[in-house]
Structures are given as structure tokens and as C-alpha cells.
């Protein structure tokens, strides 16, 4: 069901005249459409009753601490070369005063950690150190972790091991259905992952959870045209998965990507920072592959006794920030002890942290917290 | 990371690609497009490093406009 082309100011009109009056809660999943709803100041340009939620669509902000913790550990203890991306070098774990809390921190004390852009300088950088340990500490979504797994069907060096964290997004948004208290009233679904994995995963939020859902793009006119879709749907009593983004997410997805992923991964229940387990919802590597596993080559250096290990820092709400139960501008840390320059929570950290994103966008004052 | 942007392919070597986009230009993995082989001159949707789909030349130069946009509010 794609939408005729309609620029920004024709749908800003047609959602108007919707007239809504009761309060309605989109959610979305996806750190790119929240810039671009912020940026764009998308907010502010629909009826007051609207709101418009950032969900879990951080894959930095999840990732397990523990997992940090050991990427940190490895660099430092093991003498490798720990490659990552960018996002994930400044995020602190919990440590006492005085011992390195991230990757960059690791680095700054002597260890060899280099940000990269791609799957492609993982393997790169393991070739032309033949005599080196390389760990690609690998955190992503979908749409990051195909490209590991095409890397791995590729071939990869014998001295690179992948720290997988790779995490799949339907299922936080399915843990959110299933509580009974998801907090919104339709969803607009991630356009990359739909590009990857086919619009059809999101079938189950309209199916099983009747509630309306569109895939939208990153433009302003996609996310205006998705949310008139959800609004649409939700005035009419009409049940749908719409695709406002048609142009790159095809039905079924990248067949190719989907293939790649079934032969490298296996779907794991897996753990999200502050969350917990979530069942099916991370990819570990297929037996196949464990000759590249970073989990088993390598010693776990996580101590149980650490205190708060795999908790979010002291203070920090960003695992309410993520499943979307509050604001980020309703943290307790917001703007205060927590900002880009010095960040306590993931969600400050990465560019697609909903904290650091509505600093970006202009947003520096806490506001009161929301009464569940 | 999710961030794709679409870039033009401007010479092909096995799987890799040559790609530019506003006079930038990336070696970009075409592995994941095994399916659907884009050639020389096509348009792909590039995240990190990996060509994920393929996209009209118009679909392309609204995706710049808008990053256009977002890099100069953003400064």
C-alpha cells in the first residue's frame, strides 16, 4: 500500500484534518527516525494529543555492559587489536573509580583499539596484521549484523574473532505487546530493517496485536505519510501493515542478507542492557563458525561479585528511555550529570541514543517526570 | 548504525565496488546483493560498507537533499 507522492505540507493538512481528540502514542524503533522526527521538529508540527515515542532502537544503548566489560578486558589483558564501532568506544561500564570504564579509556591507558566503519576494516585490519589477535566486537541491529554475517560466509582471516552482540528489534517491541502495558497505540517500523528482513516481521503487531503499523523511510514526508497511516487506521477501525518507505524496503526483504544471516547465526535469547533476557531476540555464531568465536577462544573476564554488572550506572534511567516508559528529557541525569561532553548513560553516548539525540535537537532542561 | 546512505556505483572488482556519492567515494561490499547484482552507474542503499538494496536515481538524489538538509541545520 504505497502512498501517492505527497510533500510534507500535504500530509501535515491531511493529518490536521483527522481531528483527533483523545491521546494517541506512536512508537517508534529506530534511532534514525527519531533524528529525523527531531530534527526535522516533527513534534511540534502535529495535533497536541499526539505523541510521538522513542522506543528500543538503540543498538549501543543495549548492549549487554558485560559485554563491553570483556571487549574492554580483551584489549587491555589479552594484547589483541579490538575493533569496534565508533559508537561503542565511550561507553562506561560500571567500575570502580579509577579503572578503565570503556574502550576509549582502554585505549587512552595503551591498549590497541581502533574505531572502524564497516565489517569490511575488521577483516582488512586482521590481514595486514597476520602476526596479531583481532577481535571485532560487533554490535548492531538487523541491518549491522547481516553485514557480519556476510562477512563471515565471505571467509575471514584465521587471527579475527567476532564478540558478536547483534540483536533483533521485533522482539523488544513483541516483550513491550506482551506485557500488556506496551505504552503506545500504533508503531512505526524501522525502514532499514525492513529493507533486510522484509516488512512482513512487523505482520505481528497488526495480527496478533491489532494494533495499526507502517514502515516509514527517514525523510519527513515518510514518517508524516506512516504516521497518517497508523492515525488513519486507528480512526477507522481498519487493521494493516502499511509500507511508506517502498522505494528500498521490498517485500521479503534482501534475500541474500536472509540467507547469509540463517548460514552464519543461530537466534539466541539474549540479554539487553537494564532489560534483561529477551527470548530470540540476539544472534550467536553457528557452530560452523566457532573457530571465529571471540566467546569461546577466549576467557570470560566478567566477575559476578563486580558490583553492578550489566546494570545501567547508578542514577540512569536509559533502560526506561529505551522500552519507551519515559522521556529522555525525564531521566534524572538529563542534562545535569549526563550530557554528550561527559555521558554516564549509553543512550547519551551514541548517535542513535534517543538522550543523545534530543540534546542535539535542542532539548537541555529536565522535565518532570511522567506518571505511569 | 543504521543509517544508509545511497551511493553510485562506479566500477565493479568481484564483489567490491567502487561507489561515490556527492564526490566521496567508498569501497563497498556487493556480497549481500548476490540476488540482484546491481552494475556500473546503478544507485544501492550503502550501510556500513555493505550495498543492502538498490534504488532509483531519484530515490538517490532525495536521500542527499535531505542529508543536505540535516548537515546544515546541524552544523
Not at chain 1, 534482501?254 to 539487553?272: F, G, H, I, S
Not at chain 2, 561515490?20 to 540482484?36: N, P, T, W
Request: aromatic share 8%; charged share 20%; net charge negative.
Amino acid at each position: 500500500m504505497s502512498q501517492p507522492a505527497h510533500t510534507a505540507r500535504d500530509w501535515l493538512e491531511k493529518l490536521r484534518d483527522l481531528n483527533f481528540n483523545q491521546p494517541i502514542r506512536i512508537m517508534n524503533v529506530c534511532g534514525g527516525h527519531e533524528r529525523s522526527i527531531t530534527q526535522a521538529g516533527l513534534r511540534g508540527t502535529l495535533p497536541a494529543n499526539v505523541e510521538l515515542i522513542p522506543g528500543p532502537g538503540c543498538p549501543v544503548c543495549v548492549c549487554p555492559e558485560e559485554d563491553i566489560y570483556q571487549a574492554i578486558q580483551l584489549a587491555q589483558h589479552e594484547k589483541v587489536i579490538l575493533v569496534a564501532f565508533g559508537d561503542m568506544l565511550r561507553v562506561p561500564v560500571n567500575v570502580a573509580k579509577g579503572e578503565v570504564r570503556s574502550l576509549d579509556e582502554a585505549k587512552a591507558a595503551g591498549a590497541d583499539v581502533r574505531p572502524i566503519a564497516s565489517p569490511s576494516e575488521a577483516k582488512q585490519i586482521a590481514l595486514q596484521n597476520p602476526d596479531k589477535t583481532v577481535v571485532f566486537f560487533a554490535a548492531g541491529f538487523e541491518t549491522t549484523t547481516a553485514p557480519v554475517a556476510a562477512m563471515l560466509a565471505e571467509g575471514v582471516p584465521d587471527n579475527l574473532y567476532i564478540l558478536l552482540s547483534g540483536r533483533l528489534t521485533w522482539p523488544a517491541v513483541a516483550m513491550l505487546l506482551d506485557s500488556g502495558k506496551p505504552g503506545f497505540d500504533a508503531l512505526v517500523a524501522p525502514g532499514h530493517v525492513s529493507t533486510v528482513m522484509g516488512p512482513e516481521e512487523w505482520q505481528f503487531v497488526v495480527q496478533q496485536h491489532k494494533l495499526p503499523a507502517a514502515v516509514a523511510g527517514f525523510s519527513p514526508e515518510s514518517l508524516l505519510a506512516a504516521f497518517y497511516s497508523v492515525l488513519r487506521q486507528l480512526q477507522s477501525g481498519e487493521r494493516f501493515l502499511d509500507n511508506c518507505y517502498p522505494e528500498v524496503a521490498h517485500p521479503g526483504g534482501n534475500p541474500t542478507a536472509r540467507r547469509l544471516l540463517e548460514q552464519t547465526l543461530d537466534v539466541v535469547d539474549a540479554n539487553w542492557r537494564g532489560i534483561g533476557i529477551i527470548p530470540g531476540s540476539g544472534y550467536a555464531l553457528k557452530p560452523a563458525f566457532s573457530a571465529h568465536d571471540a566467546r569461546l577462544r577466549f576467557p570470560d573476564f566478567n566477575d559476578k561479585a563486580r558490583r553492578r554488572a550489566g546494570q545501567m550506572p547508578p542514577g540512569c534511567d536509559c533502560a526506561q528511555v529505551v522500552l519507551g516508559k519515559i522521556y529522555p528529557n525525564q531521566c534524572r541525569l538529563f542534562g545535569a550529570a549526563c550530557t554528550p561532553r561527559h555521558p554516564i548513560g549509553p543512550c547519551m553516548v551514541s548517535d542513535e541514543g534517543a538522550c543523545r539525540i534530543w540534546w542535539a535537537g535542542g532539548v537541555r532542561e529536565r522535565a518532570e517526570a511522567a506518571v505511569e | 548504525m543504521c543509517l544508509a546512505i545511497p551511493m553510485q556505483i562506479e566500477s565493479v572488482d568481484g564483489f567490491m565496488a567502487r561507489c561515490q556519492a556527492k564526490g566521496i567515494y567508498r569501497d563497498v561490499s556487493l556480497f549481500m546483493m548476490q540476488d540482484e547484482l546491481p552494475r556500473i552507474g546503478d544507485y544501492v542503499m550503502v550501510h556500513v560498507g555493505y550495498a543492502i538494496q538498490k534504488v532509483t536515481e531519484a530515490d538517490a538524489q532525495s536521500a542527499w537533499e535531505l542529508f543536505d538538509q540535516i548537515l546544515e541545520e546541524t552544523g
